[in-house]
Nanobody, 127 residues
Framework: QEQLLESGGDSVEAGGSLRLSCTAS????????MGWFRQAPGKEREGVSA????????YYADSVKGRFTISRDSAKNTVYLQMNSLKPEDTGVYYC????????????????????WGQGTQVSVSS
């Protein structure tokens, strides 16, 4: 059974950094498009970043470009989201998601296209 487990969420001040991890079990994450989403209170879940199965193509929301970096370690079956220069508006629950479809990340920013989800990790950024 496919499972995703996120970790690394914390409370930080604006300008700080965090690294989120998403470890997959039950399947090889390297074969899947892996995405990161976030959801702030009262708001819809939004796509933050994604990485294709080969790791050669990455995707970012405009709001995080230049500050966040997604990467994967196939040996550890883990995907990371390095978040720098954090802002209060980055606050939310961050979710890891996976989809197969040949490992491509088409429409990566749409939550409905990802069938597998983790339970989320809280990120809080104070001003």
């Amino acid at each position: 059974q496919e499972q995703l487990l996120e970790s690394g969420g914390d409370s930080v001040e604006a300008g700080g950094s965090l690294r989120l991890s998403c470890t997959a079990s039950g399947y090889a994450a390297s074969d899947y498009c892996m995405g990161w989403f976030r959801q702030a209170p009262g708001k819809e879940r939004e796509g933050v970043s994604a990485i294709d199965s080969g790791g050669g193509t990455t995707y970012y929301a405009d709001s995080v470009k230049g500050r966040f970096t997604i990467s994967r370690d196939s040996a550890k079956n883990t995907v990371y989201l390095q978040m720098n220069s954090l802002k209060p508006e980055d606050t939310g629950v961050y979710y890891c998601a996976a989809r197969y479809v040949g490992g491509r990340c088409l429409s990566w920013y749409i939550p409905a296209v990802f069938p597998y989800w983790g339970q989320g990790t809280q990120v809080s950024v104070s001003s």
